[in-house]
């Protein structure tokens, strides 16, 4: 029997064709192979076990094949009150785990724990103006009202209420080192599972951060909606029934065209293609639009930069971008200034339909910037994370940790060294404070221009800098404030505002005003612009293409020997991060990509499951040295592709 399960269903309302592609081990598939990386990259592996702990009553049903755990539900199911933990529930080809159901008499209450954060002021009962299902909760309301349809069908005779069990923003940690009671744990068949340490306290029994929504209204908003497939237009209960026949027969849903391709995980990259794995997303394209291979070599308008007008396009079956007027874009002239979104927007595409594999930088521009510079120039980069249960008393669900950061310097006579880094991995420990002690410790020397790339070291400065004016016994509370406000930017709700006089200088916007390279196509991650930079840069080559990195009499480096960063791949510059050694020895190499390619998952994905393995699993401490050492290496090149990137448009502003 081919079950539609509650994660194919969700699957399937992002586009019914991919259920066709679940499981089929000849198609690419870019999410991520190991459930639980994935669950550590969402920040929110431990809250399924937290809830079960606020139900100590509750029997968990923990078979795993299909019959037994339904037999055992049904057992359970007979008993006047109970509380279950993943209780199994069939209707006909429709099966369900239910993360925990309350049984009382004729009544039940259905319990379905997500890691996403919940704000009563801002999310009430997740709908909208006009009734209807919230946008940003839509997934989660297709997953419980299907956990509903098919309880009521297995048990027409009871009542059923739905809830959502969710992290809520407006609790704060009642102790120290509740996250740390939950551990990952190897079982001896190689698999993994959460586990409780000890046992919750009083306290944190009482004061419970998940929170319990009622959903109703949102699930019986789900059957005033339509819903198409194929030819048809289905409700609700008949869209489930359809995708579950699909699914059962094995049958393809014909594909339509959308933005949700953009996203498709059933995309295979070049590397896949080599090993023999199919693509979905070019299968679907050919059947939908008759496209022969040679037309996925064409760019699509997908890749252009922040474009708002794709949806529309694709509407109208402009689908690549030499099928776009360059016209509709603002032209680039000498004048400029900086680019406005729009010129950017129409470089790239003139530039890629002309096979111009040129960068555009505005020297001028770039000037007057460098020109405003003071030496010594120092690089700075976080690694960061946010847990769904805090790390310490008063912080509140997804409230941020720093735990790491390194920093590079420019000289004024080009001298390059690693000055320093920062690294807090001991399990249980609040870092916050003593991260930014160390940080002021590093860039308080001198009167240097400091640079970031992004918001985020400016915004989580701000969160600390509100942590620490609500803590009590911080002895020097009133320098560390002080010291963030000088290298900062107060963000747009704070209740204070200021601009530091140190503030640092963010050097992505600096890429969008005034570079632009086809290389990165429609991505300004750094993880983009480096390679580009590097394929461009001759000076960077020569520099760089020596093992100079970490020697004597070389760049001074913390963690590396001998480095040589350039080095070729079918004739174009590596990315430096392809060089990095793995960094966790159990993962695949598919997932290792994933998590420090330029994707969602990746933004900050390996050092946050890197960091989150360290706190939360049991592991051999010299596998945790080895993961410690990896840390360093990857936010070590995280400032020094700060560098390069500096020096090389150094070279060309110079030259």
Known sequence: MRYLTKSRFTTAMECPTKLYYEGKREYANQALEDSFLQALADGGFQVGELARCYHPEGIKVDANDTETAIQMTNELMQKENVTIFEGAFR???LLI?????????????????????????????????????????????????????????????????????????N????????????????????????????????????????????????????????????DQ????????????????????????????????????????????????????????????????????????????????????????????????????SEENRVLTTSQRQGLQVVKTVNKDPSPWINREGLRREMDSWTYPLHMIDFETSAMAIPFHQG????????????????HKDGRVEHKGEYLNDQPGDFPNFKFVRALKKELEKDSGTIFRYAAHENTYLNMIYQQLSKAEDVKDQEALMAFIQSITQSTKNAS??????????????????????????????????LPAVLNQSDFLKEKYGHPIYGSEDGIKSLNYDH???????????????????????????????????DNVIADGGAALVAYARLQFEDIPTDERQEIRKALLKYCELDTLAMVMIVEGWGDWVDG
């Not at 890691?115 to 909760?137: I, P, R």
């Not at 989660?140 to 509903?148: A, C, H, N, T």
């Not at 070019?282 to 949806?311: H, M, Q, V, Y």
Request: net charge neutral; glycine share 6%; charged share 30%.
């Open 395 to 410: 912080m509140r669900p997804y409230e941020g940790i720093a735990f790491q950061f390194s920093h590079h310097i420019i």
């Open 171 to 230: 609790k704060a940690c009642p102790t120290d080192g509740l996250h740390q009671k939950f551990k990952i744990t190897r079982l001896e068949n190689g698999r993994k599972t959460v586990v409780l340490k000890g046992q919750l306290t009083d306290e944190e029994m009482i004061e419970k951060i998940l929170i319990p929504v009622k959903v109703n209204k949102a699930v019986e908003a789900l059957n005033k909606l339509t819903f198409d497939l194929a």
């Open 97 to 169: 785990r239910v993360d925990i159901l309350k049984k009382q008499g004729d009544h039940v209450s259905l319990m379905e724990v997500k890691a996403k954060s919940y704000h009563a002021l801002k999310d009430g009962n997740l709908l909208n103006k006009k009734n209807e299902v919230s946008s940003k909760w839509m997934d989660k309301i297709y997953d419980v009202g299907f956990q509903r349809l098919v309880l009521a069908r297995s048990y027409p005779e009871l009542s059923i209420d739905t809830y959502l069990l969710l992290p809520d923003k």
């Open 496 to 529: 204070e505002a200021w601009v530091g006089s140190r503030n640092m200088v963010d050097l992505l916007e600096l890429v969008k005003k005034y570079y632009y390279d086809p290389r990165m196509k429609g991505s300004n991650s750094i993880k983009k612009v």
């Open 563 to 597: 480095q040589t960063w350039i080095k070729y791949h079918k004739g174009e510059v590596m990315d430096p991060y392809k060089l990095l050694p793995p960094m966790f020895q159990d993962s695949s190499d598919h997932d290792q990509e994933m998590l420090i390619g």
């Open 91 to 93: 209707a006909g080809n």
């Open 233 to 332: 237009t289905l409700g609700f209960q008949e869209m489930v029934d359809a995708l579950a026949e699909a699914y059962q027969q094995d049958q393809k849903a014909p594909p339509k065209v959308g933005m949700k391709c953009k996203s498709c995980e059933y995309h295979a990259k070049p590397e896949d293609a080599e090993k023999g794995y199919r693509s979905g997303f070019k299968t679907c394209w050919k059947e939908a639009l008759g496209w022969r291979e040679e037309d996925f070599e064409d760019p699509l308008i997908f890749e252009i930069w922040n474009f708002r007008k794709a949806k529309s396009l694709l509407e109208k079956g402009m689908i690549k971008l030499k099928d776009l007027d360059t016209s509709d874009f603002e032209a680039v």
